[in-house]
T-cell receptor, first 113, second 113 residues
Framework: AAGVIQSPRHLIKEKRETATLKCYPI?????VYWYQQGPGQDPQFLIS???????DKGSIPDRFSAQQFSDYHSELNMSSLELGDSALYFC????????????FGPGTRLTVL | DAKTTQPNSMESNEEEPVHLPCNHS???????IHWYRQLPSQGPEYVIH???SNVNNRMASLAIAEDRKSSTLILHRATLRDAAVYYC??????????????FGPGTRLSVLP
């Protein structure tokens, strides 16, 4: 079965640079969630989108923005990167019929030097 | 959000059953009990969920106390591949779009050969 796809899988950036992470949800899923997991931490919710509209917001820094496109894929844009942004970023999706369940992608490991 | 409490870590021998407890004394009547697990360097993976009745699937069983203030995830025969952090998460009734998960500390399960 198709799963959530995230790209790139690994990304190395310098401080103050920008980064864009992409997420392709499971086909026919209309909701996308972004989570950040720092070293030794549990995943923390950042933001979610339903039908291309932001539906919930967590601890997402103002330097970060995200959107969901007409094909339901989502992008997380991160600017003025800081060392503390180094983390695993997970995208999850859910859809009608399995609304309670979120299916997670493999994650993007971002390293800020 | 209703809070869950899990032991920080547990150990099991390979091919033996494992019972992972979760306390959620402030659970509301509409909260579903979800279990996810996260293997090292991977995204969280759905294990099982339930509302009131015990549930079984190919991965595990979920035993829910009659008063719903606690639950137990049961792995019938632990394998080395089951070594992961197991999260017990409460989430309201399905159908509400964009509802994120709140990941708590979870239980780190070690499986000994």
């Amino acid at each position: 079965a198709a799963g959530v796809i995230q790209s790139p899988r690994h990304l190395i950036k310098e401080k103050r640079e920008t980064a864009t992470l992409k997420c392709y949800p499971i086909p026919r899923h209309d909701t996308v969630y972004w989570y950040q997991q720092g070293p030794g931490q549990d995943p923390q919710f950042l933001i979610s989108f339903y039908e291309k509209m932001q539906s919930d917001k967590g601890s997402i820094p103002d330097r970060f923005s995200a959107q969901q496109f007409s094909d339901y894929h989502s992008e997380l844009n991160m600017s003025s990167l800081e060392l503390g942004d180094s983390a695993l970023y997970f995208c999850a999706s859910s859809g009608t019929g399995s609304r309670a369940l979120q299916f997670f992608g493999p994650g993007t490991r971002l390293t800020v030097l | 959000d209703a809070k869950t409490t899990q032991p920080n870590s547990m150990e099991s021998n390979e091919e033996e059953p494992v019972h992972l407890p979760c306390n959620h004394s402030t659970i509301s009547g509409t909260d579903y009990i979800h279990w996810y697990r996260q293997l090292p360097s991977q995204g969280p993976e759905y294990v099982i969920h339930g509302l009131t009745s015990n549930v079984n699937n190919r991965m595990a069983s979920l035993a829910i106390a009659e008063d719903r203030k606690s639950s137990t995830l049961i792995l019938h025969r632990a394998t080395l591949r089951d070594a992961a952090v197991y999260y017990c998460i409460l989430r309201d009734v399905p159908g509400l779009r964009g509802q994120n998960f709140v990941f708590g500390p979870g239980t780190r399960l070690s499986v000994l050969p």
